[in-house]
């Protein structure tokens, strides 16, 4: 997705401006390092040690096409997976020593659990940054340094109606906070 659409957290925004309001909470990482597309595959401790930090965030689903969930895979692409924005939260204190697979998530909507998980459902989540590096981003010359990349969803997507405060608390991160307004 375009850095246009990153916000750190608390962040706000019309709820006009996202009517799909969709949101799900995840945890991505910022990069300190460029790695850029080579013919050797990057190991995890190559790719871990260009991580700078890691973060709660939310993204916020919002498709551009009519029917998102049942588009072609391409098009999904061209339609960044729906993702409309992201807002990261505050680095996570020591995380290289969190075990991820254990710590549990709660998602509000307006102060009213909607979902809850513990760990993200695709696994090792550096694994998956490490499949980015090799083969997700290749096309694109690789990964560069300042940019974020999010695990995937922990939660699932909620529905977020127009005055609503979505919040996604994990036991190992300050809360991270996105508003909508009523119009």
Known sequence: MPAAGLFDAPHGFAAADLPQREVESEICFRLAADLPSR???????????ALATCHPGIEILQSR??????????????????????????AIPGWREVDFATVAVTQTI????????????????????VWLANTGAVWAGGLRAGQ??????????????????ATAVFAVAQPVVVEFSRF
């Open 148 to 165: 974020v990349v999010t695990c995937g969803s922990w939660t699932g997507k909620t529905f977020a109606p127009p005055g609503a405060t």
């Open 110 to 129: 307006t102060g009213a659990a909607t979902r809850t998980a513990v760990g993200n459902p695709a696994g090792e989540m550096i694994r998956l940054v």
């Open 65 to 90: 096409l009519p029917e998102p969930d049942t588009g072609n895979p391409l098009a999904l692409l061209a339609d960044f997976i729906q993702t409309g924005a992201y807002v990261a939260g505050a």
């Open 39 to 49: 013919t050797t595959p990057y190991t995890r401790d190559e790719v871990d040690a």
